[in-house]
């Protein structure tokens, strides 16, 4: 069968759902093509920060409700060490600029309401999905949905679909430049029930190794703690994670960290990874199909909006004003926002993690670091401004 829509949307995540999102506020057809059914990515834990910008967006386009109902907005992290807390107030250092923990499946769950409310088509379990006629001005997409072989003619493509997804791959090598660093520890993440330990996310140092307490509701805890990639969480019993957390988190006042059964428990690599330019013809990569960044400055969601923003206002343009400058732009305009928060992920990610390989030196580096971070109004307000969030204009 042979369908048609002005934007095809590889992938139902934050990037593929807010573009058709934003696009049909714009009266632009698109139609989105997921490879998972709805349940699972409604229900697939991932990080939980939003930038002030991304709540803004969300805010304008008529999603804010359950999310203010529902995330928790926070003025400031601890980033602690040798046992004390330092805390570092974030809206006091960014005129007022909050992040929220609002967590990323019920981001999704929310966009996808949006969206088939609008009557606007998501295809979810289609299969096979491929790029045609990349080069020429009316690409198509060719895939399987229920059985039947589909082809959806496009004016463009957004290449919405992660790391692992197909679109990134469409893109000739010859053209492509990866950048990439991978980390040589990963992070085990847990659900705990349990009520909140602090009001605030907290990010650890400690000789052991790094660890987070984040939050998801007032009776479900996230928390990592730094660990060895390849491991096998079968390695780690309940009692061997709050143990570890325990010891990592431990201060000189005697802080107490709240436990309870955990509910889930995974162990996520960490990479960072770059392709320029982020545009071919008219295939444009959005999120995680062009980027990835280690957990530790909670980027990721909140880049993979502003990707689309500007890529929804660029097509706008061309829509209704017949310009092509900005689509033109979108790969150098993207990507001075893409390694601004490459180099912020990477600096926490190197101030906060024990390597093994570290030699006392370079121990004595990373702790002078936390130290000014902390103690110096200025170091203390680069790191408040860019984990609240840039501007748009960035
Ligand atoms: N065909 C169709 N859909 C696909 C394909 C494919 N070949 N490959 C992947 N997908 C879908 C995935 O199932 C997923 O739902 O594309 C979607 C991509 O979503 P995300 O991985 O969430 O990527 P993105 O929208 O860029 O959002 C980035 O998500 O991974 C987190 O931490 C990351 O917060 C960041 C955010
Ligand atoms: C989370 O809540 O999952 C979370 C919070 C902060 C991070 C990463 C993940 O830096």
């Not at 909006?305 to 097509?315: I, K, N, S």
């Not at 926002?337 to 101030?351: L, Q, Y």
Request: hydrophobic share 40%.
């Amino acid at each position: 069968m042979n369908m048609r829509t002005r934007v095809g949307i590889i992938g139902a995540g934050p990037a593929g759902l807010m573009l058709s999102l934003l696009l049909s506020m714009e009266g632009i057809d698109s139609i989105v093509l997921e490879n998972r059914d709805r349940e699972g990515i409604e229900s697939t834990i991932r990080a939980g920060v939003l930038e002030q910008g991304t709540v803004d967006l969300m805010t304008e386009i008529g999603l804010g409700e359950r999310m203010k109902r529902e995330g928790s907005v926070h003025h400031g992290i601890e980033l602690r060490f040798d046992g004390e807390g330092h805390r570092i107030p974030l809206s006091e250092l960014t005129n007022g600029r909050a992040i929220t923990v609002y967590p990323q499946h019920e981001v999704i769950k929310d966009f996808i309401a949006a969206r088939l409310n609008q009557g606007g088509p998501i295809l979810f379990n289609v299969e096979d999905v491929q790029v045609s006629n990349i080069s020429s001005s009316q690409p198509s997409l060719r895939f399987v949905h229920e059985h039947e072989q589909m082809e959806l003619q496009c004016d463009f493509i957004a290449g919405c679909d992660g790391f692992h997804g197909i679109s990134r791959a469409s893109i000739p090598e010859a053209i492509q430049h990866g950048f990439s660093r991978s980390y040589p520890f990963g992070w085990l993440g847990i659900l705990m029930q349990a009520p909140p330990s602090a009001e605030e996310l907290i990010y650890t140092y400690h000789e052991r190794g790094f660890a987070l307490v984040s939050t998801r509701s007032p009776d479900l805890q996230r928390m990592y703690i730094q660990c060895d990639p390849q491991d096998d969480i079968a390695n780690w019993s309940d009692p061997m994670i709050v143990e570890e957390l325990q010891l990592r988190l431990a201060t000189t006042n005697n802080w107490q960290l709240l436990v309870g059964p955990i509910i889930q428990k995974s162990i996520l690599a960490m990479r960072s990874f770059v392709i320029e330019p982020m545009q071919y013809v008219r295939l444009f990569l959005a999120g995680d199909a062009a980027h990835i960044v280690p957990p530790t400055g909670a980027k990721g969601l909140n880049l993979a909006v502003a990707d689309v923003r500007h890529l929804a206002r660029a097509l706008t343009m061309f829509y209704k004003q017949n310009r092509t400058d900005l689509l033109e732009a979108y790969s150098t305009t993207c990507l001075r926002r893409v390694w601004r928060a490459e180099h912020f992920s990477w600096w926490m990610t190197s101030m906060l993690h024990r390597f093994l390989d570290d030699d006392a030196f370079q121990q004595r580096m990373q702790r002078s670091q936390l130290d000014y971070t902390v103690s110096s109004r200025a170091a203390a307000t680069s790191l408040a401004e860019n984990y609240v969030g840039l501007p748009f204009t960035w």
